[in-house]
């Protein structure tokens, strides 16, 4: 398969590039160090479109294609992970299923702010006791006679504090199992909604991580995202296409790695030459630069496949398993490149490599990855 970009898409990539480096540079490693969340550059991306890429122009997004969206999201990916996964969940996990399922009433309320940014979405499934298994909902939403009543905890919910809506998934009715689960859409200032202590993780450490506490919440059943009973088949969709959107993720940052290790080596001396000169790390850059390119075809095979409207559950899984892996092994061999180095903050290779296992874990973990290609490859 030959993927030729148009002049459209190389503009969105030098835009994107342009941005990564004019404002997401600059204070990354502070942004790291202090946990902050990007607040500012996420307003910005919001601006220049970044953060409603898949929207209809209707409500106030770019329209534009899936490759268009997964090249860009590798740009910042290179800079700020953390800020790619802000824009990720805001693409693909929230506006998407807002706009392909959501009511007039909901697109128009919600999905024009989501947008661009002026207002941020969230998406939250996993639970203390649901992680993997996401057929098992303990947050309840029962109907009573206006409203839902909902109630529960959800787990390690990106933009989790910052975000001013959320996409929850929850049981409507035990007895029919995974077709009583339902999605929708709760705002944050609510009654009940509870925001609980942030995440200190290893890494993407800028983006905003909580458990979401919804004590008796009444969610007014116009606030229904899409069918009843469809909420679990829904958020296997959402996942579906996040599933790109992270394998974008994870190969932007083996790319950022890679090209920091690539300069560095051209730099470095040892024995008195440039270490790229030395096969040992002239074979680790050819390994890094030809997993990128596998992982850079795995992922732009998803994300036409999805843009044909075609089944790419199987291509999604393929582009997220083998980039996040990509991302974890080039990354550790960026560190071993810069030696002493690569241990310390100023050369960014180990927020990097910090950054890169998550991909590994979120959107569905590598074990559920091979789950879904053994499953597809094996018809069963």
């Not at 190389?10 to 342009?18: E, Y």
């Not at 959107?245 to 040892?270: M, N, V």
């Not at 083998?322 to 974890?328: G, I, L, N, V, Y």
Request: with cysteine; glycine share 8%; proline share 2%.
């Amino acid at each position: 398969m030959i993927f030729k970009l148009s002049e459209e898409q190389k503009n969105v990539v030098q835009a994107a590039r342009d941005f990564a480096q004019t404002y997401l540079l600059p204070e990354v490693i502070e942004r790291d160090e202090e946990q902050r969340f990007p607040t500012e550059e996420i307003r910005k991306m919001g601006e220049m479109g970044f953060m409603g890429m898949l929207v209809s122009p209707k409500y106030g997004g770019g329209g534009m294609d899936t490759l268009s969206y997964v090249l860009a999201l590798r740009e910042i990916a290179k800079i700020d992970a953390s800020a790619a996964v802000c824009m990720s969940v805001n693409n693909s996990l929230v506006c998407w299923v807002l706009e392909s399922y959501g009511s007039e009433h909901i697109k128009s309320k919600y999905l024009i702010p989501l947008a661009s940014a002026q207002a941020i979405g969230a998406f939250c499934l996993s639970e203390p006791e649901s992680g993997s298994d996401a057929t098992a909902q303990h947050t309840t939403a029962i109907e009573q006679e206006d409203h839902f009543l909902l109630n529960g905890t959800k787990n390690w919910i990106t933009n989790g504090n910052t975000a001013s809506y959320y996409v929850v998934i929850a049981q409507s009715n035990p007895e029919k199992k995974y077709k009583g689960i339902n999605a929708f859409l709760v705002e944050k200032s609510w009654e009940g909604v509870v925001v609980g202590k942030k995440e200190n993780k290893m890494g993407i450490r800028g983006s905003d991580t909580h458990s979401i506490m919804f004590q008796n919440v009444r969610v007014p059943k116009e606030n229904l995202i899409g069918e009843s009973g469809k909420g679990f088949n829904y958020a296997m969709e959402i996942l579906n296409g996040g599933r790109i959107g992270i394998a974008a993720q994870a190969l932007g940052i083996a790319e950022g790695a890679y090209e920091l290790s690539l300069a560095y080596s051209k730099q470095r001396k040892a024995f008195g030459e440039a270490i790229c000169n030395h096969q040992a790390i002239r074979f680790k850059l050819a390994d890094m630069a030809t997993r990128i390119e596998a992982s850079y075809l795995l992922c732009l095979q998803a994300a036409q496949k999805r843009q044909a409207g075609e089944d790419f559950s199987k291509e999604a899984a393929m582009a997220k398993i083998f980039s996040s892996e990509t991302a974890m092994w080039t990354t550790t061999e960026a560190v071993q490149i810069h030696g002493g180095y690569g241990y310390v903050k100023e050369y960014h290779v180990e927020r990097l490599m910090r950054d890169a296992k998550i991909t590994q874990i979120y959107e569905g973990t590598s074990e559920i990855q091979r789950l879904v290609i053994s499953r597809a490859i094996l018809g069963k």
